[in-house]
């Protein structure tokens, strides 16, 4: 029996990290393995939540754990998210090191927490530097919003052309796929672009903007993208299903007026998505 292992934080009420990932890449058809990086009552989105980091030593005795009872043989893929802490960031650097000495074909999917538009980056200390010098690089599949991919790549992105220069600029540092998100166009003002860039070729897809802001939804991005690419490898075809199964999600609650993503309510989504959005070939 493969897996995957995600190494996320948990809030107890809510939808981020491990709350948004495990469920959907469960439905997806694949075993996850979840190590709680933090154990809160709430995402601050409910302003600040109860609870505390799971202390490093814990993290690793946990990794530990697992490698004693040859899990990561059959770890199949690592995921990471938000890191709230640099030692936390070391954590998933070990974790990767460990498991691909066990299984050196073991995919990497990074989502690269950092900052956002309008916010600035949000993560502390030297997080952004570790992210972009030792994660980036043993990465597979780095999943950047725009903001991000700019700090990661050096350029400013303020267009099509721009992401796509600064994808192909973290490629040559080692991931195979870069997926970038937020991307707006003033020709498409009333919609938001993803881009998918691979040696093999680069597609964008384009998907109505919702009049919402819910919690969670880069953390069920990144679960679904990895999800969908490892049942092909296509990036085309990930990037496609990606994409209407998390509009259809979020359309969903937004209809139905809900502060928290309906995973479990409008989970059909995720596998059935009520909408399709065609990605477009760019080179």
């Known amino acids: 029996m493969e897996g995957i292992l995600s190494i996320q ?19 997806l058809g694949f075993e996850a393995w979840p190590i709680m990086t933090v154990l809160f009552s709430n995402h601050t989105g409910y ?13 690793r005795e946990i990794l530990t754990g697992l ?17 709230g802490d640099p030692g936390t960031a070391q954590v ?10 066990h299984r050196p074909d073991a995919v990497y999917a990074c989502d690269p927490v950092i900052g956002d538009d309008g916010r600035g980056v949000f993560v502390r200390g030297e997080i952004p530097l570790l992210l972009r010098d030792r994660l980036l690089p043993l990465a597979t599949l780095v999943k950047p919003n725009r903001f991000e991919l700019s700090f990661l790549s050096g350029i400013a992105v303020h267009s099509l052309e ?8 973290l490629r040559a540092r080692g991931p195979e796929l870069v997926v970038v998100t937020s991307l ?12 998918a860039d691979t040696a093999a070729g680069s597609w964008v897809v384009w998907t109505p903007k919702l009049p919402c802001t819910l919690n969670g939804t880069g953390d069920l991005f990144t679960a679904l993208l990895l999800a969908n690419w490892l049942s092909a490898r296509d990036p085309k075809r990930a990037l496609a ?43």
Do not use: C
């Not at 498409?188 to 993803?194: K, N, P, T």
């Open 184 to 195: 707006t166009s003033s020709e498409r003002a009333s919609e938001l672009g993803m881009l």
């Open 162 to 169: 721009d992401a796509l220069e600064a994808a192909t600029r």
């Open 67 to 83: 490698e004693e009872r040859a899990v990561f043989a059959r770890t199949r893929a690592i995921l990471s998210g938000y890191l």
């Open 92 to 101: 998933v650097i070990e974790a990767v090191e460990r498991v691909r000495r």
């Open 241 to 283: 299903r990606t994409a209407a199964a998390v509009f259809g999600l979020v359309e969903a609650t937004y209809k139905a007026g809900s502060r928290e993503l309906l995973l479990v309510a409008a989970q059909r989504e995720l596998v059935e998505p009520s909408h399709w959005f065609e990605p477009v070939r760019l080179r």
């Open 47 to 59: 302003g600040p939540p109860r609870g505390r980091a799971v202390p490093e030593d814990w993290l």
């Open 9 to 27: 934080s948990h809030v107890t009420y809510g939808h981020v990290g491990n709350s948004a990932a495990v469920f959907p890449l469960q439905r």
